[in-house]
């Protein structure tokens, strides 16, 4: 039955990372797959995480089932997070998920499923996985042009112009709310405000990955973007991730919430999200959940919690700095000081596929092809090498 399936390609990414691990080269250096790095090369679990942990140990008293939208506690502390503590949760129908990525597929599906909408806009670029969620669900996508012809920034002229004229009432846009994914390119506040009214005039849906909550400039600042569509937008769909944010990369833990007019609505929509799950994962792992909840909970856990964050988010942005000074140290043949304007892990470099294959091959050096460079994989003993090799790259 099997011998006729064929070898499906390797995921772009993924597939990176299983590369550069059977690469012997000592001096390798892997800035493909987005997770944090520290200083020493290492992912590690935030002190305050295995501060929660330890209280749940101690006070833990059932691994059963949680119900088929998840651990309450850790769905109110997630609204309050996302929305602020003020903002009427009766209009919110919010899921507990097994990762930004189901999130984003349980939202697809209910739009799907529900005939709210048969067409999602994406960025171009955006993060490689975003098409293919919206399109397992059996949704049409769409994509604005979202750089500027040498992709250093936000083409927002391109982007307003292709949603203005080509969209329609009913659409649903997938934005980035900071540190976009693959640019690291961000728009402004004025910029969020104009795009807001836009989406409101023409009847369109926002559709928000939330992945890097805190990795921008802040956990308020971050929400800048998000409150520009709260104030213009009755609905809209968030999806929020605690990958990265809390380091519980393993855990998949998420949350999906989908903002209605009133309290009648969400309740149609929660019953509608929950015959998706049913028949996909049925309910979420409690223990992720369970760790978010006892750390936004507590104020003192709150408290180290985001001066953990402010730590990873400093590290990546002295990155950055330390990446552009070694680039002009080693006379790069290209100004790079966009990648200051970039926020969170990843950066657009530029580079094309063929120097993105050089690199690889000849250095050891694996980026994406599309030049998406996760910053946060750079640290003090390889960022002479990266910049070294990378002006090398220039001259293919």
């Given at each position: 039955m099997f011998e006729s399936v064929s070898a499906a390609p390797p995921d772009p990414i993924l597939g990176l990372s299983e590369a550069f691990n059977k690469d012997d080269r000592?001096?390798?250096?892997?800035?493909?797959?987005?997770?944090?790095?520290?200083?020493?090369?290492?992912?590690?679990?935030l002190e305050v995480v295995k501060k929660a942990e330890t209280r749940l140990l101690e006070k833990e008293a059932t691994k059963t089932y949680l119900g088929i939208a998840g651990l309450p506690s850790f769905l109110a502390e997630s609204m309050a997070l996302v929305l602020g503590s003020d903002f009427d949760t009766g209009r919110v129908a919010a899921f507990q998920t097994p990762g930004g990525t189901a999130a984003l597929r349980v939202a697809a599906e209910f739009l799907a499923s529900s005939h709210c909408t048969s067409r999602v806009w994406l960025s171009q670029p955006t993060w490689p996985n975003h098409p293919s969620i919206f399109q397992a669900a059996g949704l049409r996508t769409e994509t604005y042009n979202y750089l500027t012809p040498d992709r250093t920034a936000v083409d927002f002229s391109a982007m307003m112009?292709?949603?203005?004229?080509?969209?329609?009432?009913?659409?649903?846009?997938c934005l980035h709310a900071c540190c976009h994914n693959p640019t690291g390119a961000d728009l402004t506040v004025d910029q969020w405000a104009e795009l807001a009214e836009l989406l409101s005039q023409r009847g369109m849906l926002p559709l928000v990955d939330f992945a890097y909550l805190g990795f921008g400039d802040g956990l308020q600042e971050d929400r800048q973007g998000l409150s520009q569509l709260l104030q213009r937008h009755e609905e809209l769909i968030v999806c929020t991730s605690y990958s990265k944010n809390f380091g519980l990369y393993s855990e998949r833990v998420a949350a999906l919430l989908i903002l209605t007019s009133n309290h009648v609505t969400t309740e149609n929509v929660s019953s509608n999200v929950k015959r998706v799950v049913r028949p996909n994962y049925s309910n979420p792992p409690r223990h992720g959940g369970a760790i978010v909840a006892e750390v936004l909970g507590d104020n003192q856990l709150r408290q180290q919690w985001e001066a953990e964050l402010a730590v990873m988010r400093d590290r990546i942005n002295s990155v950055r700095h330390q990446l552009v000074e070694r680039l002009q140290a080693h006379g790069a043949a290209k100004d790079f000081r966009f990648l200051l304007h970039q926020k969170g892990m990843f950066s657009f470099s530029g580079l094309s596929p063929l120097q993105v294959d050089w690199l690889r091959k000849e250095k050891g050096v694996y980026i994406v092809g599309s030049g998406r460079i996760n910053v946060a994989g750079i640290n003090s003993r390889n960022v002479d090498y990266v910049a070294r090799s990378i002006c090398e790259a220039l001259q293919v």
């Open positions: 000592p001096e390798k250096v892997n800035l493909t797959i987005g997770v944090y790095c520290d200083e020493q090369g290492r992912t590690p679990v112009e292709a949603l203005e004229q080509q969209g329609r009432a009913g659409d649903a846009v």
